[in-house]
């Protein structure tokens, strides 16, 4: 997602170029990822142990914007993560205002936080490398041009979650897919809708909460992660499976799938439905031998 550049004064675009050469020691997180690949290796591990440099980058600026009081969410691949789409990521987005973004540069240039060039409204942690990147209130995702989604002020859809300040799950799905749809060099923001979609089990109609600009694609998406017509199964063990349990789960709407189930020690349920599927944990019927 992206935006348009928010202009900064003179007095701290010269702030920026004066600190940048002060510390030609951060290494930026994502090259040393690059030259390094066991570290690399290393490093994802403990990024899912939520232990990574990017996890502390995430707390560190969320604890120092919380300080100086201003309004913040967390977005793109960190608030993925907390919405039930664990995937890697390189840096920290944040949305702030304009005033909020002027605020963090005056406050934190120098002071923990250089910006990766002269003039950039992102900044890196110099103790950990990891980028920051700031997505300005008001300006638009993916190709920067107006339309219907605009990126909100962020006091508006943050929810605390572990005392920092997330993007509300239907306000990141519209800013992701306002992304895709209007920038071809942004269609990764629709394959994490999907996989979202998959990961946290999202239902169809949450389309139905979503801005009307992105609704049919969030369909779309949701229809090609669960296509009509696919069926998931699971084999229950006939011994641990008494009749008025499976009274319970053909009341639900799960069928006995007769030619699995016949002459083995398992009676096979069936699906289409998949909300059922999840429930009770019922793989795709591809996933199963012939």
């Known amino acids: 997602m992206s935006t348009a550049l ?22 930026p997180y994502e090259q040393r990822l690059n030259q390094n690949s066991r570290w690399a290796l290393s490093e994802g591990s403990v990024f899912f142990e939520d232990k990574g440099a990017v996890q502390q980058a995430m707390r560190r600026i969320a604890k120092r914007l919380d300080e100086l009081g201003i309004p913040y969410a967390i977005v793109g691949g960190m608030a993925l993560f907390q919405h039930g789409f664990r995937r890697f990521t390189e840096d920290v987005d944040i949305l702030v205002t304009r005033e909020g973004l002027m605020t963090i540069h005056e406050k934190l240039e120098g002071r923990g936080y250089l910006p990766p060039f002269t003039g950039s409204k992102h900044l890196r942690d110099t103790e950990l490398g990891v980028k920051v990147e700031f997505l300005v209130s008001g300006g638009y995702p993916g190709d920067g041009k107006p339309k219907p989604v605009a990126f909100p002020d962020p ?132 996933e199963y031998r012939e």
């Not at 928010?6 to 290494?27: D, G, I, W």
């Not at 799905?173 to 990961?199: C, P, V």
């Not at 969030?218 to 008494?242: I, K, M, N």
């Open 6 to 27: 928010t202009p900064l004064s003179l007095a701290t675009v010269q702030h920026s170029a004066t600190v940048a050469l002060e510390n030609p020691e951060c290494v």
């Open 155 to 286: 006091a508006s859809v943050a929810d605390e979650i572990d005392g920092r300040k997330y993007i509300r799950l239907t306000s990141l799905i519209e800013l992701k897919l306002a992304s895709g749809m209007s920038s071809e060099q942004r269609g990764k923001d629709l394959i994490d809708i999907q996989q979202l979609i998959k990961a946290a089990h999202l239902p169809l109609d949450l389309a139905d909460q979503l801005h009307p600009y992105v609704q049919e694609k969030y369909r779309t998406l949701w229809s090609l992660e669960w296509p009509a017509g696919r069926r998931y199964l699971r084999a229950w063990p006939r011994e641990s499976l008494s009749p008025a349990t499976l009274d319970g789960l053909l009341a639900e709407g799960l069928v006995v799938d007769a030619t699995r189930s016949a002459d083995v020690p398992f009676v096979f349920l069936a699906t289409t439905d998949p909300q059922l599927a999840f429930r009770y944990d019922m793989p795709d019927e591809s």
